[in-house]
């Protein structure tokens, strides 16, 4: 029997997607596995890094002071910064069209787990966190000393400490952070490759078990937005990157706050408390989430829940405080020490004309904070909605040090909202400009690094640059929607919304 027309047509249009599917997840593939290649050629720039690895193996050290010295004789040390450059862009691109195409849910969680074992093997080039992380637990996994009272800089004939960052600051991370790493450091045995691989594989497990917990919190959404909120997380290039090649322990302070909100959903809230409370002893970050979700309990006069939610948070942060050996207000002290390091933000930039601005900057979010939460209560907003909100606004307008991770902080939360929102799509945007910034970082090294105009050109391009995109996209009516709107016709229909 001859196939009648639209059937022809219909079996065409879905090979064509079946090959436009192939390409986009090829391509992507391809730009991470070129971002591995590129770190380890970024590698031969960090004379630091070069040194500690020749430590561990000096019979390496010749070969890569050689090489470095090659590369700078021949000028060729700039090349890796374009090519970083123009794979961002491609990656990103490749990304956002990756959102516009229907991927089954098994594809989805299949190229997220691909790219990140393609990621996993690259050198942690963007940041040296990992190195801090490793350095910091050695004071209590080598010397025996307590992380929060002594800092690691006290040691320094410490291998690691050569790679290292912050090395004159106790610990700013709680006791869970130590906890999640100890397998870490034992299998690492001081050595650097298996330490490190030790590191990495921490976050591995973090990503995975927030990739469980992401499509456990949407279960009940359609299979085709489940896909969609997969690869809008995880087959994003800034997380991937930072995530899982930089092991930042972001994930798993993200993880945790996940789960939390999963045990939210299911009115279990004494573990819900716990688990924002193991959050808050992974980064201090989520204490704001706890402020708006105890909000919401308040409002409801929810006194059972409410006890419940707050008792057990204050529980595990009490002991592990005690644990710790050191107060609480210490340990806040010590971590708002931040506050006075300015990188790549609103208050950096202030503070060139107006030295001392911290306090006023803290203070006018605290009113923003309390603003926040009055509208949360006016308009009845879940506070997951207010959290990625206060966060939005933190990173934009009063963090003084704003790493380019920090972003997507309020953009997983976000994306877990089922109603239409443009903080999504700036958000989403806001991942790819952050990304951008590490090419802008490097060229600021070759030309005049610490100029005002480069700290105004990072800020511009991570936080204004998004804004005015999306204000072309609306004024040109392109695809007549937002990136992540309803009924959006640039995403084939599907949404994270109802």
């Known amino acids: 029997m001859e196939a009648t027309p639209w059937r022809f047509k219909s079996s065409l249009r879905h090979r064509q997607m079946q090959q436009t599917q192939k390409i986009i997840t090829l391509l992507l593939a391809t730009c991470f596995l070129a971002f591995v290649v590129l770190s380890w050629w970024l590698l031969f720039r960090d004379e630091r890094a070069l040194a500690g690895i020749g430590f561990f193996y000096p019979h390496l050290a010749g070969w890569l002071f050689a090489t470095r010295t090659w590369l700078l004789d021949r000028s060729v040390n700039l090349l890796p910064t374009l090519l970083f450059a123009a794979t961002s862009l491609v990656a990103f691109a ?34 040296t966190d990992i190195f801090s992380y490793i350095y910091s637990d050695r004071v209590l996994f080598e010397y025996g000393q307590n992380p929060w009272e002594v800092a690691p ?4 004939d410490d291998s690691f400490g050569l790679m290292a960052d912050w090395t004159d600051q106790t610990r700013v991370y709680g006791l869970v952070n130590q906890i999640i790493y100890w397998p870490a ?30 499509l456990k919190l949407v279960e009940k959404w359609p299979e085709k937005r489940q896909a969609l909120l997969v690869r809008a997380i995880f087959w994003n290039p800034l997380i991937v990157l930072e995530f899982v090649s930089s092991a930042h322990n972001d994930i798993a302070m993200i993880f945790f706050l996940l789960l939390s ?27 704001l989430a706890f402020g708006f979700f105890t909000l919401q309990l308040l409002q409801e006069k929810n006194l059972r829940a409410l006890t419940q939610y707050t008792l057990s948070f204050l529980a595990v942060n009490f002991l592990s405080f005690a644990l710790m050996g050191i107060s609480p207000l210490s340990f806040l002290e010590r971590v708002l020490y931040n506050t006075t390091v300015y990188w790549q933000s609103l208050p950096e930039l202030v503070e060139r004309f107006l030295p001392g601005i911290t306090m ?10 309390a603003a926040l939460a009055a509208l949360q209560i006016k308009n009845g907003w879940p506070p ?8 939005a606004l933190y990173l934009v307008f009063f963090s003084a ?17 089922e109603e239409n929102s443009g903080l999504k799509n700036y958000l989403l945007l806001a991942t790819g400009t952050a990304l951008m910034a590490y090419p802008l970082l490097w060229f600021s090294h070759r030309f005049g690094f610490g100029h005002p105009a480069w700290s105004l050109a990072t800020y511009l391009l991570i936080f204004v640059l998004p804004l005015i995109a999306i204000k072309i996209n609306n004024v040109k009516k392109l695809r007549h929607t937002p990136l992540l709107g309803e009924h959006s016709r640039l995403y084939y229909g599907t949404s994270f919304n109802k």
């Open 153 to 156: 800089g006290n040691f320094p």
């Open 261 to 287: 909100l999963a045990f939210w959903n299911k009115k279990v809230w004494f573990l819900a408390g716990m688990l924002i409370a193991l959050s808050v002893q992974v980064k201090l970050i989520p204490v």
């Open 360 to 369: 006023p900057f803290a203070l006018i979010f605290v009113v923003v904070v």
């Open 185 to 214: 450091a034992v299998i690492g045995a001081g050595q650097l490759l298996s330490t490190v691989l030790s590191y990495k594989l921490v976050a591995v497990v973090f990503y995975l078990a927030a990739l469980a917990t992401s």
């Open 94 to 127: 490749t990304y956002l069209v990756s959102l516009r195409l229907n991927f089954s849910k098994r594809t989805s969680i299949t190229m997220a787990l691909v790219f990140q074992v393609v990621a996993f093997f690259s050198y942690p080039v963007l940041s």
């Open 401 to 417: 040090a704003n790493w380019n991770w920090y972003i997507l902080w309020p953009f997983v939360l976000i994306l877990f909202l």
């Open 384 to 391: 997951l909605k207010t959290t990625a909100l206060a966060l």
